[in-house]
């Protein structure tokens, strides 16, 4: 309901959902903390979340901690349909997903809601795909180095063609591109050339735009790298399950609010992270004085910072709900 409340006060509709799940490394035997995927910690415990992400107010709306061994799809529609609770009375304009979540299925449950959900996922190097990547011939440049193709595929256990989008990226050009080689072809040099990455989805938009909105999924990823290096998501966990998830939930409301604090008050254009929001803002020396019945909060600032953070109380005093991101 906290959530659910929140995204009310926020006046935006048509969002970007981004769909993730982590590794949280465990050091114990916690409840729910099994041996899984880990690439980090290969071997250790941890729990592995389900996290949406609304991408345009650069917030959490969903935590669902699971156990380590749990595999990236499980679970998901309540995931999902809990989310779009949290979200009630808002449009879902697009939904984006990592490779973890290309299954039949979720495709099939986006496509059929009432209210279809237009999608872009990234798709799994499967024999069947890299058949078809291996046929596909025609490709267009759009930059140095890369070239999109954009066609029809259905795997095999699909009932039907879904469209999808293929980037391939010449390796000797650009030595740090993302993706993958389809190393099924070894025999065929021009297959060792390229990095290939794909994407399934249900948009009418050009592929080049299905691509570049793809891309800023990487965000996400961001916002995880925050969440466990800033504010201690890693950290959080007692024996209890279910203690741990509600002590994280509150950790992504508290991320919320700092996302607030800065569209609102700080009003910025880069994203500063608490960590420079810390020393900044708020590890301020300080003390109270008593002058009749008033109390006075004197900071210790410096001359030119002053009307900085003057200006700073001034936006807090302006601030009301609902807030336009």
């Known amino acids: 309901e906290l959530f659910n409340w929140f995204f009310k006060q926020i006046k935006f509709d048509n969002y970007t959902l981004d769909l993730d799940s982590t590794i949280m490394t465990r050091y114990g035997n916690q409840q729910g903390a099994k041996k899984g995927y880990n690439p980090k910690k290969p071997g250790r415990n941890s729990h592995h979340p389900l996290m949406a992400f609304v991408a345009e107010a650069r917030m959490t709306v969903n935590f669902w901690l699971r156990s380590g061994n749990t595999y990236t799809t499980n679970n998901f529609y309540n995931f999902l349909e809990n989310t779009f609770e949290r979200l009630e009375g808002k ?14 299925k979720i495709f099939e449950y986006l496509e059929n809601r009432v209210k279809p959900v237009n999608y872009i996922i990234a798709a799994k190097f499967y024999r069947p795909l890299k058949l078809a990547i291996a046929r596909e011939k025609t490709y267009w440049p759009f930059d140095d180095g890369i070239e999109i193709s954009d ?46 990455s794909c994407f399934i989805t249900n948009l009418d938009l050009s592929a080049k735009m299905i691509w570049d909105s793809y891309r800023n999924r990487a965000d996400a990823e961001n916002r995880i ?90 936006s807090t005093y302006l601030f009301s709900w609902p807030f336009v991101v």
């Not at 008033?294 to 953070?309: C, E, Q, V």
């Open 225 to 314: 790298k925050e969440l466990k290096e800033d504010f201690g998501a890693d950290s959080f966990n007692v024996d209890d399950f279910f203690a741990t998830e509600a002590a994280l939930n509150f950790v992504m409301m508290g991320y919320n609010l700092m996302s607030l604090f800065r569209q609102a008050i700080l009003g910025t254009k880069t994203q500063q992270q608490l960590k420079t929001l810390r020393y900044r803002v708020f590890a301020i020396g300080s003390y109270i004085t008593q002058n009749g019945n008033s109390r006075i909060l004197k900071l210790s600032l410096a001359m030119k910072r002053r009307s900085w953070f003057e200006g700073l109380w001034s």
């Open 151 to 196: 066609t029809l595929y259905q795997s095999p256990d699909w009932g039907k063609p879904r469209r999808l989008i293929i980037v391939r990226q010449e390796i000797e050009r650009r030595p740090k591109a993302t993706g993958k080689q389809l190393r099924l072809f070894g025999e065929e040099e021009i297959y060792k050339n390229y990095r290939y």
């Open 91 to 104: 449009t879902i304009g697009l939904l984006r997903a990592d490779s973890g979540f290309y299954d039949k």
